[in-house]
């Protein structure tokens, strides 16, 4: 195995795995700068390592990539934390966050959670924003989600990407499970990464990779299995879905999995745009059969339980 690049001394990476995302900390004496904070039941763990790694230096200000639960459910707990913290966040659901409206910002037909927080100000689209020690490059990067933004520092040539490129591919397209069509738009935004030339790309969930144009291929050979056979996105979705529920609860019966389902709105819109056919029942049996099968999950009785 290849070495893993190395990150600037001023830029450290706090690698989360799931249910988290990557948090991106940049460090600088005038005020060091979080991007992204994770998800809600991992926010404890976000402020400690933040405050592990800053010691007795304030955080002065949070960024939100965009407004996934797994991206900002750790805003509420840094703001608490962090009295004189700005929090920084894409423009597009601005109003949504202000009268806190968790059907719009995707946490309730996600059935997921996240938090209460506030922010000061958006990120606006070819603007270019100090933090940490850098000035950033704000890239609007819509696909995975249409109010998401990359960061980009044209002197060291680094890209945050979110989940707009990961080493092996791309995040769920959200829009599309709506209905609304946007694996255009995830083609736009790998055509926009790669004319950026990015050097090294912090994605938002897995390692720091230098490898793009693999990166870039990949991620392409995926979108193109996706606009052959649209349903095949769908049912990864879906599945994505569960994983996310089971990675959260670890276990849970049959019977309290199928009412959290019938509370997620997200199931009965992908089930009615694009598996109409099949009766729900076992079109959702058939999603965790799959994820058993996969060595994803399993059954123990009626216990549903993570694997």
């Known amino acids: 195995m290849s070495e893993r690049p190395e990150l600037p001394i001023d830029i450290r990476v706090f690698e989360r795995g799931w249910l988290s995302s990557n948090n991106i900390l940049l460090l600088s004496e005038a005020g060091s700068t979080l991007v992204d904070s994770g998800y809600a039941t991992h926010a404890a763990q976000t402020v400690a390592l933040v405050e592990d790694a800053l010691g007795a230096s304030p955080l002065s200000t949070l960024v939100n990539t965009h407004l ?21 966040i894409p423009p597009g659901q601005a109003e949504a966050v202000r009268r806190w409206d968790a059907n719009a910002l995707s946490y309730t037909p996600t059935g997921q959670s996240c938090e209460q927080f506030h922010f000061d100000a958006t990120l606006q ?21 249409p109010h998401s933004v990359i960061l980009f520092d044209p002197e060291s040539r680094i890209l945050i990407s979110a989940d707009a490129l990961w080493e ?33 790309v912090i994605p938002g969930h897995g390692a720091i990779f230098d490898g793009v144009s693999q990166a870039l291929f990949v991620a392409r050979e995926r979108l193109n299995h996706y606009l052959a056979d649209p349903r095949r996105h769908a049912r990864h979705a879906a599945k994505v879905l569960i994983k996310f529920k089971l990675l959260e609860a670890q276990h849970c019966t049959l019977s309290d999995f199928r009412h959290w389902v019938a509370q997620t709105t997200y199931f009965s819109t992908l089930h009615q745009a694009y598996f109409s056919t099949e009766q729900f029942e076992p079109w959702l049996d058939g999603l965790l059969n799959d994820l058993i099968r996969s060595g994803a999950a399993q059954m123990d009785g009626q216990m549903l339980v993570n694997q």
């Open 68 to 88: 996934h639960s797994d991206h900002c459910g750790g805003n509420a707990l840094l703001q608490a934390r962090y009295v004189d913290m700005r929090t920084l």
């Open 125 to 145: 689209h070819g603007s270019t924003v100090r933090l940490g020690q850098r000035n950033w490059q704000v890239h609007s990067a819509p696909g995975h989600d």
């Open 168 to 200: 092996n591919g791309f995040g769920v397209v959200f829009p599309e499970i709506e209905g609304i069509d946007a694996f255009g738009e995830v083609a736009d935004t790998l055509d926009l990464i790669e004319s950026l030339q990015p050097r090294l």
